[in-house]
């Protein structure tokens, strides 16, 4: 059963302090693993999406990467601003456009 | 552009009681969804759409029907609530090549009493 696990659930830092969140996945064969970030109150807004282990995608102060088994969302020197909740999502091989989601991981950024 | 647009925002229903809930969107997209998001877990799909006409079951349909009412629009009806339909609903929609890059609305918060 194809499957995302998000860790944490929450995480607190204070500003500068940099970190990374983790998203371990379990699908028969990746087409894509994706991740969002979510607002208080508001839609998803896409990220990243990586397609095969070893790729590397950046924005800003945010980093994807990904392995074969995971995928790590780093997060340099974070803003208060970066406080939100970030979501990751998977498709596997045998859907043409259903995703399977983690519950997410509340990051928030003290100033 | 507006983007994706979600109406209402928030609505309270007693048990057994319909509603459609309204999507649409301006950019000229050709699939759209509607997922469901509940604390703890991941969103899940309810009902997708590939192109004006078409639609398919997702991962939790029961309870749930939809209408692609043309190109812009895909609502989302539930004929006789429950309880367990109180969540938060997000429509989304992706350009043909996106490949899964999702533009999602700001949700309807419901609450079925």
């Known amino acids: 059963e194809d499957q995302v696990t998000q860790s944490p659930e929450a995480l607190r830092l204070q500003e500068g302090e940099s970190s990374s969140l983790n998203c371990s996945y379990t699908?028969?064969?990746?087409?894509?693993l994706f991740w969002y970030r979510q607002d208080p109150g508001k839609g998803p807004e896409f990220l990243f999406t990586l397609y095969s282990a070893g790729e590397e995608k950046e924005k800003e102060r945010l980093k994807a990467t990904l392995t074969k088994k995971e995928s790590f969302l780093h997060i340099t020197a974070p803003k208060p601003e970066d406080s939100a909740t970030y979501l990751c999502?998977?498709?596997?091989?045998?859907?043409?456009?259903?995703?399977?989601w983690g519950a997410g991981t509340k990051l928030i950024i003290k100033p | 552009n507006a983007g994706v647009t979600q109406t209402p925002k928030f609505q309270v229903l007693k048990t057994g009681q319909s509603m459609t809930l309204q999507c649409a969107q301006d950019?000229?997209?050709?699939?759209m969804y509607w997922y469901r998001q509940d604390p703890g877990m991941g969103l899940r799909l309810i009902y997708y759409?590939?192109?004006?006409?078409?639609?398919d079951k997702g991962e939790v349909p029961n309870g749930y029907n939809v209408s692609r009412l043309n190109k812009r629009e895909f609502s989302l009806r539930l004929e006789s609530a429950a309880p367990s339909q109180t969540s938060v609903y997000f429509c989304?929609?992706?350009?043909?090549?996106?490949?899964?890059?999702?533009?999602f609305g700001p949700g309807t918060r419901l609450t079925v009493l």
């Open positions: 699908v028969s064969g990746l087409r894509g």
């Open positions: 989304a929609s992706i350009r043909a090549g996106a490949y899964n890059e999702q533009f």
């Open positions: 999502a998977v498709q596997g091989a045998d859907s043409n456009y259903q995703l399977i």
């Open positions: 759409s590939a192109s004006e006409g078409t639609t």
């Open positions: 950019m000229n997209h050709n699939s």
